[in-house]
């Protein structure tokens, strides 16, 4: 019997289209983009989601049931984690898609990076050369669980708001290089600013759509 190729690609589409709906929420987006950071417990999400544990665990079942996300249990705890590394090319790919397509995005970048004042931004492939060379010294801005979970070789931890108790720490004859979360957090612009306000040169990590598994095998290649 030939093949319905009409009813082939209807169904076909139709679970594709199971993967379009599971992004539809603003929400749903934003807990991939957390979990680039690597297993989440479904606290840790709704505390920085800020949403209820039972609104989380909705969105959460929804990411499920549509593949995106998969999750393994420790004791009492369910850590949840993107399901294939394509998710995450897939969702920065949205992103890029997003600001070339939506002028609104480009105009919320614009305006938060404007009020930052004139911060550089400095490439992964730049910033490993120079670690390598011990030229710069890279500091994560993130909160130490994440810091803790992975991270790019070299880099030292210190959270955005213990930044200005720790300057004494960060050597003033070297350009210091903040990253944080994904290319639409802005602790590391904060961090680059209290870096500027006391006479260091700093910039921010461009785009942070890096791998840092792969990174991290760069970083020792020397």
Known sequence: MPVDTHKFKK???????????SLASPKRLEIIDYLLQGPKTVEAIAKETEMSIANTSQHLQT?????????????????????DQMVADMFQSMQHLGENLLTE???????????????????????LDNLK???????????????????????ISIELDELEE???????????????????????????KILKSHGYKAATLEDHGYDMEIDAESASDS
Do not use: M, W
């Not at 919320?108 to 931004?121: A, F, N, S």
């Not at 011990?134 to 994440?146: G, M, N, Q």
């Open 11 to 21: 169904n076909i589409y139709g679970q594709l289209a199971r993967i379009g709906k």
């Open 63 to 83: 990411l499920l049931q549509a593949r995106l996300v998969d999750f393994e249990k420790e004791g009492p705890y369910s850590y949840y984690q993107l399901s």
């Open 105 to 127: 995005i480009q105009t919320l970048i614009r305006d938060v990076y404007g009020k930052k004042g004139d911060i550089e931004q400095v490439d992964i492939a730049h910033l």
């Open 133 to 155: 060379r011990d030229k710069v010294t890279l500091v994560d801005v993130r909160p130490k669980e994440d810091y803790e979970q992975q991270h790019i070789p070299g880099a």
């Open 166 to 192: 720790n300057l004494s720490t960060l050597p003033q004859d070297q350009e210091i290089i903040a990253y944080c979360r994904g290319r639409y957090c802005i602790l590391s612009l904060e961090a680059v």
